[in-house]
């Protein structure tokens, strides 16, 4: 039975439903409130803030690790937050937390992220939002302190709420809590990729590509989410929807387009 006392909690991901990420951090909110699981039925890493308009969305309930029960939705992590809040949820949703991401979500990664997308789905759905990742780029990944420290940011916000149009991305070492140099609120900083392709062919001879696999060119500027993790901090960085270069705008004008 719905409690109507607890904030309504809806968690997803881009790692996909049985990513050992999303269970973490349910266990820690569900000591915050009323949890509902709605993510991915596989993963969707770097796939943006993509949603499915050409086909339709399928979601099935499926039994976790722990024993409990979520929702496996077939579109993007985009999609599953408004699956989440239109139907699982009934459009009564206080929090969305999307993570915890096996992965940073820094500086410019910010535009490919999956994570980082539905936590914005929130914001454009009128809903307080959190993003987490942690910084392992290996199969292993230390999610204890994300997830109570997930727990900790998920009442703060309940309580004081957030700026309009803003959310939260968060990014934790990949280390023991007792390690951790401390907690750092932060800018979005630089982080390039020098791009890499490979060609390869089929066995008809015709030519296919592959992307990625270049490491990430980091400027570790004070006071960016870069530099803070790279110190062994946590970075909680507010992101704001508002894309717009306003420090431009003088000069574009200026061009004369008008």
């Known amino acids: 039975m719905t409690n109507p006392t607890r904030p309504r909690i809806l968690i997803t991901n881009d790692d996909g439903i049985h990513a050992e990420g999303i269970l973490a951090v349910k266990a820690a909110l569900d000591a ?11 993963p969707r890493s770097a796939c943006g803030h993509s949603i499915t308009l050409h086909k339709p969305l399928r979601i099935n309930r499926v039994r976790l690790a722990d024993g409990t029960f979520a929702h496996a939705a077939s579109g993007t992590p985009t999609d599953c937050v408004s699956l ?13 937390v999307s993570g915890i991401n096996h992965g940073p979500n820094l500086g410019w990664d910010l535009t490919y992220s999956g994570t980082v ?62 390690d951790i140099k401390g907690i750092e609120v932060t800018r979005q900083g630089r982080r390039r990729y020098a791009g890499k392709l490979e060609k390869r062919a089929d066995p008809s001879g015709r030519a296919y590509y592959w992307l990625g696999g270049d490491e990430a060119i980091d400027d570790l500027e004070e006071g960016t989410d870069v530099k803070a993790v790279a110190d062994g901090k946590v970075s909680v960085t507010p992101v704001h929807m508002d894309l717009t270069g306003y420090s431009s705008l003088d000069e574009i004008r200026a061009w004369g387009i008008e």
Do not use: C, Q, W
Not at 84 to 96: F, I, N, T, W, Y
Not at 156 to 168: A, C, Q
């Open 32 to 42: 915050v409130g009323e949890v509902f699981v709605v993510a991915p039925e596989r």
């Open 84 to 96: 989440g809040v239109l139907a699982v949820m009934e459009e009564r949703a206080d929090l969305v």
């Open 117 to 178: 997308s539905a936590a914005m789905e929130g914001v454009v759905m009128g809903i307080p939002a959190i993003a987490v990742s942690v910084f392992s780029y290996t199969d292993e990944a230390v999610y204890d302190f994300a997830a109570k420290f997930t727990a900790h940011l998920a009442r703060m916000v309940i309580e004081h709420g957030l700026p309009s149009d803003t959310l939260l991305n968060v990014n934790v070492p990949n280390l023991p809590g007792a």
